[in-house]
């Protein structure tokens, strides 16, 4: 066997070693994968206990009308001269959407700990200003039914009522007398079990006495609510004007509206959206049933959520995404360097430099739970890169490589860093990446002898 056909005996075994040490370091990665799966899933569990207290997330919908419709209907059994006639009265309700609504929130925002967890939650005044013109209402009810026009109320709803923090208060241009509001619906005669609007989510409602056929009314009304995470109103207008501030300087804008205008800076925030009556996506006026309710309704809303930037576990998890194809590169690197020296290392070396590579991201997933991501990540990079390159000085003996070594594994931590940051051109980097590693063993292997690497050579 010549020299030359030895030496790729040795390198394409290595080699081979390389990779099946690749597959096999898959194992403790998912491992982390999972803890760090836990780790987020009790985050979100916390988040969410200690968020109860000031109500959770908050949905905002209303204000509506609410007006009784009484059907007679009639029923008949038996046969002949035995012929048994019944009548019975069902109740609906007849929903009328304002005209015109402008909805406006002030949020004040604090932080809740429990443990090393932080959860955002606010207090939100929120002011509310609709138009309502009752033209047309009574040919929605149903043939031969009756409107009950002293029984209407107005209605608003909620998440969870108990983050209400001070009475509802709101008055129309019928009477100068404030509206009374109690919780629930409070209508009577709807079937057992109907739940009516309140369906959809926690209702409050007020009597509004003084109702007609072709009645105009505004509404003004004031509500004050805490919350947590995320703030969110409904467009319950047939066009719907909104507008929210708070001092969160990390908000995300979701739901199914975003919003026309936005301004983010350190101070806080504000946001402005419009919602005309075709991209509202439900009817001005119904009658309230299995077609058609509030509860269908429940969808669309305009969203604030408040990011905790002090949440690491998302990106802690996208850096586990890149982990295999990282730690592959790292022990890559170590054969290409060990090819192109008389140095050899052993598998059990191989070995343990990969398992540095793992134990960063348990490290990282460690501090991330106590510091901010950039941090986290300089800390865990930086102690793994000097463990590594001391590793590799002590192997091959030779300081030129120890700092090929340092400077490589710098630049390939910067660079997953990178890509932690900037998701939409992760796929582009990393296939370059994936290249530049492919024709770099090419290159530094271009002279080796592998056609005898499965048998020996003469």
């Known amino acids: 066997m010549t020299a030359t056909a030895a030496l790729g005996r040795s390198l394409g075994l290595k080699l081979l070693l390389v990779g099946a040490l690749v597959l096999a370091l898959g194992i403790p990665l998912g491992l982390v994968n999972i803890l760090a799966w836990e780790r987020e899933n009790r985050a979100a569990s916390v988040a969410s206990e200690v968020g109860a207290a000031l109500g959770g997330p908050q949905t905002v919908r209303g204000p509506f009308l609410a007006i009784p419709v009484d059907t007679v209907i009639v029923t008949e059994t038996g046969r002949g001269d035995e012929l048994t006639r019944t009548e019975t009265t069902r109740r609906q309700l007849i929903m009328v959407s304002p005209d015109t609504l402008s909805l406006s929130a002030e949020l004040e925002t604090r932080i809740l700990r429990r443990a090393i967890y932080t959860v955002p939650g606010y207090r939100a005044a929120i002011t509310m200003e609709g138009d309502f013109d009752l033209t047309g209402v009574s040919a929605l009810a149903p043939e031969g039914g009756v409107i009950a026009w002293d029984e209407a109320r107005v209605i608003a709803a909620v998440t969870d009522l108990r983050a209400i923090s001070e009475d509802f208060q709101a008055g129309t241009s019928l009477s100068g007398t404030p509206l009374s509001f109690e919780p629930g619906l409070a ?45 969110a109103m409904q467009p319950s ?112 070396q191989y070995i343990l430099i990969g398992l540095a590579q793992v134990v960063f991201y348990l490290l990282l997933l460690a501090l991330s739970e106590h510091a901010a991501i950039g941090v986290a990540f300089a800390a865990a990079a930086g102690a793994t890169i000097a463990l590594t390159a001391l590793y590799a000085w002590a192997a091959f003996r030779n300081n030129a490589r120890a700092m090929i ?44 002898d592998w056609y005898d690497v499965t048998g020996p050579g003469s």
């Open 187 to 231: 209508v009577r005669g709807l079937p057992e079990g109907s739940g009516g609007p309140g369906a959809a989510a926690r209702v409050v409602s007020a009597p509004l006495p003084g109702l007609s056929e072709g009645a105009r009314l505004q509404l003004e009304g004031r509500l004050t609510l805490t919350g947590a995470q995320a703030f």
């Open 237 to 348: 207008g047939r066009e719907t004007r909104a507008r929210v501030t708070g001092d969160w300087p990390h908000p995300g804008f979701a739901g199914a509206y975003l919003p026309a205008e936005r301004t983010v800076s350190e101070a806080g925030f504000e946001a402005a959206w419009l919602v005309p009556y075709l991209a509202r996506g439900f009817s001005a006026r119904w009658v309230e049933g299995p077609g058609q309710g509030l509860t269908q309704a429940a969808a669309p809303v305009m969203t604030v959520n408040l990011v905790n930037p002090a949440d690491g576990y998302a990106r802690v998890a996208r850096s586990l995404k890149y982990a295999f194809f990282f730690v592959g590169f790292t022990l890559l690197m170590f054969f290409l360097i060990e090819a192109s020296s008389a140095q050899r290392l052993h598998a059990a």
């Open 405 to 448: 070594t340092f400077a490589a594994l710098t630049v390939s931590y910067i660079v997953q860093f990178l890509l932690v940051l900037v998701e939409d051109y992760a796929l582009l980097i990393g296939a370059g990446l994936a290249f530049i590693a492919v024709a770099a063993t090419m290159y530094v292997t271009r002279k080796v």
